[in-house]
């Protein structure tokens, strides 16, 4: 059903992970035969269970921000990157599909604590998440049904997800697997950042490295700063290292909605332009400014239990 809505919270309940799962199904089926279907659907009912504490000798994701709802997004984003670059007439090779899909579902697995690790929360893996992911998926393949060759193609999309990894240290087989690792490494960022209440998670995303021990966040508000300026580097990487994949989102809002705008970007753009006139605002504190979801109240009460 096409629509002329300007809001990615407009065409799916970013909260309703089965409406989310519904759509990537929706489109993956377009352009793959849906008994092929029957992979990702496993991976994703385990990958679930893994985040809500029913999966076998780990606990329940404790991160607020690397949480299920933001693998969630990226597996959105990854899906309706894949839908643009097949409507250009590239058609990805649907085990490599299967893949991309797979490997955003894996990418922050590393957070998930095991049963014997009861310190803290598993933000205290961030400096290391990425190995951690992969080390999940080889650790449990046969239970994902994973080959060693998938192993080693999901492994390598994984890796494009960290922000200071070079992709010309890995070695992709291919070139279409190169675009797959560059979609999964533009579709963590497209996910993140365009959530409506992205900077309400932010305060989350401060108490995740400030547990992690990363410096430069003494404050709730070093997090925004540091985000204002790591936008420059996050849009090199957008366009240099991943060669604007991100287009392809163009493609899938237009052929699909009858939308002839990047949303994504859109919406980043508008939370950017928000930080900005929190930074250029000094007369009330920018918390004030921080009003969408139950966000702040929701970090109030994290904040007591981690100082209590």
Wanted: hydrophobic share 35%; aromatic share 12%.
């Amino acid at each position: 059903m096409k629509t002329r809505t300007k809001n990615l919270s407009n065409l799916v309940d970013a909260r309703n992970t089965r409406a989310v799962f519904s759509t990537v199904r929706e489109i993956f089926i377009s352009h793959y035969n849906e008994k092929d279907f029957k992979e990702l659907k496993d991976s994703y009912k385990k990958i679930k269970a893994l985040f809500t504490g029913k999966y076998t000798g780990y606990n329940a994701c404790n991160t607020r921000y690397h949480d299920l709802f933001h693998t969630m997004d990226v597996l959105l984003a990854s899906a309706r990157l894949l839908d643009g670059y097949n409507y250009t007439g590239a058609k990805m090779d649907v085990g490599l599909a299967l893949n991309l899909l797979r490997a955003s579902l894996f990418h922050d697995t590393g957070y998930i604590q095991e049963k014997w690790d009861s310190d803290g929360t598993g933000a205290k893996y961030t400096a290391n998440h990425i190995g951690r992911s992969i080390a999940f998926l080889m650790k449990n393949m046969n239970n994902f049904s994973v080959s060693r060759e998938d192993l080693d193609a999901i492994s390598k999309m994984i890796r494009c997800t960290e922000i200071k990894t070079s992709l010309n240290t890995i070695p992709f087989s291919s070139e279409e697997e190169k675009t797959a690792g560059m979609i999964l490494g533009s579709a963590d960022i497209l996910g993140q950042m365009s959530d409506r209440e992205y900077l309400e998670k932010l305060l989350f995303l401060y108490n995740e490295m400030k547990e992690a021990g990363l410096p430069g966040y003494s404050t709730e508000f070093d997090i925004i700063k540091s985000t204002w300026k790591l936008y420059e580097t996050i849009k090199k990487r957008l366009n240099n290292s991943f060669s604007k994949v991100y287009v392809y989102a163009e493609y899938h809002f237009t052929k699909r909605y009858d939308i002839f705008n990047n949303l994504y970007m859109e919406s980043i753009e508008r939370n950017i332009a928000y930080i900005e006139k929190i930074m250029n605002d000094t007369t009330t504190n920018f918390r004030h400014k921080l009003k969408r979801g139950k966000i702040l109240d929701d970090h109030k009460i994290l904040s007591l239990q981690t100082t209590g």
